[in-house]
C-alpha cells in the first residue's frame, strides 16, 4: 500500500514539475528575453496586423518586392517544403514555370534579362516554405520594377535595400540577406498612402 502511494504521490510531482512549472518558467523566460519573438515578431499598421518578420507572406502587385515561393501556399499554421529532388521533372517544370513568370514581370525593367541573371531563391521554396527573406541580389533584381512603379528612383530603392540588409547569422552563419516585409514596409513608409495596400 505505502508502496503504491509513494508511486502515486512521485507520479503527481512529475506531473506538476514537467506539465505546470516547467512550461511556466520556459514562457517567463521567453517573455522576459525574446518578448517580440515570443509573441510571433507581429508587425502592425494603425493597429491591424500586416504580417511577421518571422514567416513569409504572398505580395500581390508590381509595386511591392516579392519574397521566395511557398510549397505550402504562404500557410502559416504549417510548413513545409516540397520534398521534390534535384533530379525531379515536377521541380524542374516548378522553377521552369517561376522563372518565365519572373522574366514575364521584369524584364520591362530590366533590358538584356536571361534566365541565369534570376537568383535561384526566387525559384525555389524553402525548406519550410515560410521563408521572410531573400537575398540581397534578389532584391536587387527586382528594384528597377520597384523604382518605376512606386516613381522614385533606383538609387532610392537600392538605398532602401541597402538599409535592411542583414549580416550573416552571428557574422558567419548563412548570407547576407532582407526581410522582405520590413523592406516593402520601408517602401510603404515613402508614400504612407500605400501602406493600405500591405497585407
Do not use: C, K
Amino acid at each position: 500500500m505505502r508502496t503504491a502511494v509513494r508511486a502515486a504521490l512521485m507520479l503527481m510531482v512529475v506531473l506538476l514539475v514537467t506539465g505546470v512549472a516547467y512550461p511556466l518558467v520556459i514562457t517567463a523566460i521567453a517573455q522576459g528575453v525574446f518578448g517580440d519573438r515570443a509573441d510571433g515578431s507581429l508587425v502592425r499598421v494603425d493597429g491591424r496586423v500586416i504580417g511577421s518578420t518571422s514567416i513569409g507572406q504572398s505580395w500581390g502587385g508590381e509595386g511591392w518586392f516579392h519574397g521566395r515561393p511557398s510549397a505550402v501556399g504562404y500557410d502559416a499554421t504549417t510548413s513545409g517544403g516540397s520534398n521534390l529532388g534535384p533530379t525531379s521533372r515536377n521541380l524542374a517544370d516548378d522553377v521552369e514555370r517561376r522563372v518565365r513568370a519572373i522574366l514575364e514581370l521584369e524584364e520591362p525593367f530590366v533590358s538584356g534579362l536571361r534566365p541565369e541573371d534570376v537568383p535561384a531563391d526566387l525559384v525555389t521554396a524553402s525548406a519550410s516554405g515560410l521563408d521572410p527573406h531573400i537575398s540581397v541580389s534578389a532584391a536587387e533584381l527586382q528594384a528597377p520594377r520597384i523604382a518605376a512603379v512606386n516613381g522614385l528612383s533606383l538609387e532610392q530603392v537600392e538605398q532602401l535595400i541597402d538599409e535592411h540588409t542583414e549580416p550573416p547569422t552571428l557574422g558567419f552563419l548563412g548570407q547576407e540577406r532582407v526581410n522582405v516585409l520590413q523592406l516593402n514596409l520601408a517602401l510603404a513608409s515613402i508614400d504612407p498612402s500605400s501602406l493600405g495596400g500591405v497585407r
